[in-house]
């Protein structure tokens, strides 16, 4: 059940240019979170309603203290106020929220995608379900200096592919031509990814191809992040047809057919 | 504790803290985080005859101290609020305040109808920032003369008290006001969100799909209670003050201006128990002024007795 609670800010630390891993006392309201669900964060000072709204985050690491972490992107005044943070410093969190990626239970070999700030929601599942599946991380950035994320994977035991788009790292191209050749040699029985919208839709496409299940976890802007504004909808396909749903609520992981059909 | 409670269109609310009408769904969300029983009322999501879809994304974006929205006015239809819903919100403890939406005169006419031959319900808020198909889709809420036809249409479908709920986005809010309450408005709500927009310079678009939002948030609250000020000293009917209120000395503002109650609509984002904190930094607020509740209402005012508060027996003791 969300609820809202401040914790304190233990460090903070660069993890590619521009990104920061925040990591924050342990709260026994994140406790039970699941893969997928987010929080959503005040990043206005104690007192002030500018900037006003929360700004949504996915769980990036669980620690054995029980401290956790996320990973934003500096991209404007939020994460900006983010970055000013300092160990020590309060930090405002509304959450869990809305409904994570599922475990298909008898889903033996999972394929995880992730696309830049995409990458944090999978770290957080490869963690929570280590040693229930085998897992392989394929992880897409622009660039080399814009990657991270694969040595948190491999100290999880969990083998990661770094396709860049300028071939800095990795390899040269798109994450979804490493699912593609994942695809064609091995056999998956479950695909779970989060990244930009056309790289969701391709992952999607390709699933679809493959035959494998897939879940998604989508971005909306978001006012309340608990499903009382409708902000953030989505067209979803459901037995009364297209429907609008909500990404903080019903989200932010969907079925691939349920937003992008059968192909 | 000081006594808050208080008369409105007749009903007597515990407290004068409603949530604003799309703030608060259908209270459902925020009932995770606290009684709704504490609310003096729910105005809940606007409700129309039919299911309305709502506008494409972005549906919001943030602005200094507030924010955009076009959401469209989404909402699953009468018949699913009734069936659904109400039964779940009669639960509580408070006062049910259905906001209703139309896109003509008897549309407004047909939800209010069906609403009031269900039972259960308080009042009827009309949200007459609507626009007008048959009339080339201009606002209700921004000609008075087609404000007063709704309001009046509403009335004659219903036995409940009728709450009209101003757009500020003309230049005269107290003719408005004045011509719904000549329509025979029970009360007065004000003020829905002011029209405005975004563009991403970098995309060279607008933000939001549906080019104008409306903004809300602390931005506006002093349009808002310039705007409860005006129609305070304008109609006499109860007013219903809202816009950027965040905690109970705003909420002391907007009753110091003349409203009798208070709705907390945006700040619900910021924290679900918003209206909580409202309803404590309200009490605390009027513990310190000595005085009671209803002499607060419009007591900024220099000239109080140009319109006299009517005020229950018990309340000058
Ligand atoms: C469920 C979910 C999980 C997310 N997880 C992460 C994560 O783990 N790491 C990460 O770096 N980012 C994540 N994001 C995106 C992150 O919320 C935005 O980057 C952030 O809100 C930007 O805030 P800003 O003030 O710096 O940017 P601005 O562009 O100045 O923000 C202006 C407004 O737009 C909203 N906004 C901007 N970008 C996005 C976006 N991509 N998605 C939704 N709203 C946006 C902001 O919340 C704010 O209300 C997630 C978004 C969602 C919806
Ligand atoms: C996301 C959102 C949705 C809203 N939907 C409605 C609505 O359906 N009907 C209505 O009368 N007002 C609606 N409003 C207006 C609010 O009820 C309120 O009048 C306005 O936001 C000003 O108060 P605030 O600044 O405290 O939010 C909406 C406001 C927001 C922010
Ligand atoms: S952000 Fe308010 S409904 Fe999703």
């Known amino acids: 059940m969300a609820e809202t609670f401040v914790t304190a800010v233990v460090a903070q630390r660069p993890v590619a240019a521009g990104h920061y891993e925040l990591i924050a006392a342990h709260h026994p309201a994140l406790d039970a979170v699941q893969p997928g669900q987010f929080i959503n964060v005040r990043v206005a000072r104690p007192g002030s309603w500018d900037p006003l709204l929360r700004r949504p985050f996915s769980l990036y690491r669980r620690f054995a203290n029980g401290d956790w972490s996320i990973v934003y992107r500096v991209v404007g005044r939020g994460t900006e106020a983010l970055a000013r943070l300092r160990p020590g410093d309060d930090i405002d969190v509304l959450g869990p929220l809305g409904r994570g990626f599922v475990k298909v239970p008898e889903a033996r070999r999972l394929l995880l995608v992730g696309g830049g700030v995409g990458v944090p929601p999978l770290l957080f599942l490869a963690q929570t379900w280590q040693g229930q599946a085998e897992m392989k991380a394929l992880l897409g950035f622009a660039e080399a200096g814009l990657a991270f994320g694969w040595t948190e994977f491999a100290a999880l035991g969990i083998e990661a592919e770094v396709a860049t788009d300028d071939g800095s790292l990795g390899h040269r191209g798109f994450v979804t031509d490493l699912l593609e050749n994942q695809l064609n040699r091995n056999e998956w029985d479950g695909l779970y990814a989060c990244g930009p919208r056309p790289m969701l839709e391709a992952v999607a496409r390709i699933a679809c191809r493959a035959g494998v299940p897939c879940q998604l976890a989508f971005e909306e802007a978001m006012g309340c992040g608990v499903g009382a504004c409708l902000s953030c909808v989505l067209p979803v396909r459901t037995e009364g047809g297209v429907q609008y749903q909500r990404v903080c609520r019903e989200g932010p992981v969907f079925w691939a057919e349920e937003v992008y059909g059968h192909g | ?317």
């Not at chain 2, 933000?207 to 609250?221: D, E, H, K, Q, Y």
Request: charged share 20%; glycine share 10%.
């Open chain 2, 1 to 317: 504790m000081v006594d808050l409670s208080i008369e409105i269109a007749g009903m007597e609310l515990k407290n004068p803290v409603m949530v604003a009408s799309g703030t608060f769904g259908y209270g459902r969300e925020y009932a995770e985080f606290f009684d709704l029983s504490r609310l003096g009322a729910v105005m809940v999501k606007g409700v129309s005859s039919e299911p309305w879809t709502g506008n494409p994304v972005p549906r919001i974006v943030e602005t200094p101290s507030g924010m955009l929205n076009a959401i469209g006015l989404q909402n699953p239809g009468v018949d699913y609020f009734l069936e659904v819903d109400l039964p779940w919100l009669r639960g509580f403890d408070t006062r049910i305040i259905v906001n209703i939406i139309g896109r003509s005169v008897e549309e407004y006419a047909d939800v209010a109808a069906r609403l009031s031959a269900a039972g259960g319900i308080d009042a009827l808020e009309i949200n007459i920032s609507c626009p007008n198909i048959k009339e080339g889709g201009i606002q209700f809420g921004s000609d008075p003369r087609a404000a007063a036809r709704v309001v009046e249409a509403v009335k004659r479908a219903t036995h409940l008290p009728v709450i009209p709920k101003l757009s500020p986005n003309v230049t005269d809010i107290a003719q408005m006001a004045r011509a719904v309450e000549d329509a025979g408005a029970d009360a007065i709500s004000l003020v829905n969100t002011f029209l405005g927009m975004a563009i991403d310079i970098r995309r060279r678009k607008p933000v939001l799909a549906n080019v104008f939002g409306g903004l809300s948030g602390p931005a506006i609250r002093p349009l808002a209670v310039r705007m409860v000020w005006q129609v305070y000293e304008a109609v006499r009917v109860p007013l219903i003050g809202m816009g950027g209120i965040m905690d109970g000395a705003d909420a002391a503002e907007f009753v110091l201006a003349g409203a009798r109650a208070v709705a907390v609509g945006t700040a619900n984002f910021i924290r679900p128990t918003a209206a909580l904190d409202v309803l404590a930094g309200l009490e605390r607020y009027v513990e310190e002024t000595g005085l009671s509740y209803a002499e607060l209402i419009g007591a900024a005012h220099p000239r109080r007795t140009a319109r006299q508060e009517p005020t229950r027996p018990e309340a000058n003791q």
